[in-house]
């Protein structure tokens, strides 16, 4: 049973251009959830999706970040014309339909030059 | 002030000794309490959860929970250096794992 798989593990873009970054939770989870790390800080929440709907996006920025979780394939962060301080950890997390424990995958390291 | 505040560290103990760390959180509505341990480089993994007031332990992992002082903290015992990393205390308002909201973490460092 794979666990969370999040893709690339890293990414490097230059100011201004998109970053995708992709999360496929854990076989038989429906709730992801993206936090966001940046260096000597704790995990922010950003958004907590199921398939096809955003249930609590109050912690994305309100330009020029987006997440979606389709029925079919990965939940996708998009985060367009990316900023030096955009650079940071992307962690997604996976967790059952019902409550259950929440599972990180490896990370995305956005770096922005 | 912070929603989960953590001292950011180091603690170090020397191996076999226990390591106390300590979180407290403002949101006296938090319901559910977690620990997680995270390596350099790596994704946070659970440790334990706790949801009413009290201990709670798992081998040589001992949550306790005081709401009243809107405290959390995690003893381990018999400490390894392999426990040395960063370990972040996390609260919700709900009892499941939708919105943490995390501390910045403890760095701890076990010393052979």
């Known amino acids: 049973n794979a666990g969370v798989m999040q893709n690339p593990r890293h990414l490097v873009r230059r100011r201004g251009q998109e970053a995708r970054l992709r999360c496929s939770p854990m076989k038989g989870h429906s709730h992801v959830y993206w936090y966001r790390q940046l260096p000597e800080e704790g995990l922010k929440f950003m958004v907590y999706l199921q398939k096809e709907n955003i249930i609590d996006e109050s912690g994305m920025p309100k330009e020029r970040f987006s997440a979606e979780f389709p029925k079919e394939g990965p939940s996708i962060l998009r985060i367009q014309q990316v900023v030096r301080g955009d650079s940071a950890a992307y962690f997604c997390?996976?967790?059952?339909?019902?409550?259950?424990?929440?599972?990180f995958g490896q990370g995305t390291r956005l770096t922005v030059v | 002030q912070k929603e989960v505040e953590q001292n950011s560290g180091p603690l170090s103990v020397p191996e076999g000794a226990i390591a106390s760390l300590n979180c407290t959180y403002s949101d006296r509505g938090s319901q559910s309490f977690f620990w997680y341990r995270q390596y350099s480089g790596k994704s946070p993994e659970l440790i334990m959860s706790?949801?009413?007031?009290g201990d709670k332990e798992d081998g040589r992992f001992t949550a306790q929970l005081n709401k009243a002082s809107q405290y959390v903290s995690l003893l381990i015992r018999d400490s390894q250096p392999s426990d040395s990393a960063t370990y972040l205390c996390?609260?919700?308002?709900?009892?499941?794992?939708?919105?943490?909201?995390f501390g910045t973490g403890t760095r701890l460092l076990v010393s052979p």
């Open positions: 706790i949801y009413s007031n």
């Open positions: 996390a609260v919700n308002r709900n009892t499941g794992f939708q919105k943490l909201v």
């Open positions: 997390a996976s967790s059952p339909p019902l409550e259950g424990e929440a599972f």
